[in-house]
């Protein structure tokens, strides 16, 4: 599978881990349609990348918004006649809480919904609007690859921390539909693969606090740094391009592995 003069739909695309993979495969000549709740961020990168890129506003955890930004982009590929070769749901939420608080009262079921509607469902509604979409292109020789599908799972999945239940329930589900998609996909000449990053620089991680952030520093192996965007966006390049790569979660962590408290 080669990037040059393919499409490839990044949701979350307009920050953190999308954006960094977002620049690294237009620069390797693919196209890049970017979906994203922030608008003024969006059309940000799009004025910052030019050529090749275009922006569909998109709230994930709603199945009408999500249909409306696919049609949008699908007709944007028509012009630019560059067939879709992956889709990079990197959307995603934490909503930190235990199931049950200190007053015994259980947490509010939206709070729940919130973290799995953007995680999983729209992961899911996202894949399955684009995949006709990617079916009928004409596959890639010698292989016959059509395309490959690069979910993010989470070092949750794994090792999930207290207060993580719907976080670590919706990036398990990732981890554990990976291998069923490509399987699903196979007759297609599509693959699916998931990255399970742990602690990166992003949007999500931002908003820990100074405390929270120097406990999860105490448990790196190597590199002693959190994950870097590049890296992620390397992650993804590597998977486009290597067609042996499938069916998989892949952990993206320096051996991090996280102890049940902090």
């Known amino acids: 599978m080669h990037i040059k003069d393919r499409t490839f739909v990044i949701s979350g695309g307009a920050s953190g881990l999308g954006l960094a993979t977002v620049r690294d495969l237009h620069s390797h000549g693919g196209y890049v349609a970017i979906l994203d709740l922030n608008v003024d961020n969006g059309n940000a990168v799009v004025k910052e990348l030019g050529d090749r890129t275009a922006f569909f506003e998109v709230d994930i955890s709603s199945p009408p918004s999500t249909a409306t930004a696919v049609a949008s982009l699908v007709k944007w590929i028509e012009k630019t006649g560059k067939p879709i070769a992956g889709v990079i749901p990197a959307a995603g939420v934490g909503f930190p809480g235990k199931l049950i608080d200190r007053h015994n009262e259980p947490i509010p079921l939206e709070n729940l919904e919130l973290v799995i509607n953007i995680n999983l469902r729209g992961v899911l509604d996202l894949i399955r609007l684009c995949l006709p979409h990617m079916t009928t292109t004409a596959p890639t020789q010698p292989d016959g690859e059509r395309g490959v599908i690069i979910m993010v799972s989470s070092s949750a999945a794994y090792d999930g921390q207290p207060g ?47 405390k929270v952030r120097k406990s999860l520093e105490g448990v790196f192996e190597f590199p002693k740094r959190p994950g870097h965007g590049s890296d992620f966006a390397k992650m993804v390049r590597h998977i486009v391009e290597n067609p042996m790569l499938n069916g998989e979660c892949i952990r993206l962590d320096g051996a991090t592995r996280m102890p049940s408290r902090l």
């Open 164 to 210: 993580q239940a719907a976080y670590a329930a919706s990036k398990g589900a990732v981890r554990s539909m990976t291998l069923v998609l490509a399987r699903d996909l196979a007759q297609y000449g599509i693959r699916a693969v998931s990255i399970a990053p742990s602690y990166f620089e992003s949007g999500m991680t931002a908003a820990m606090s100074g």
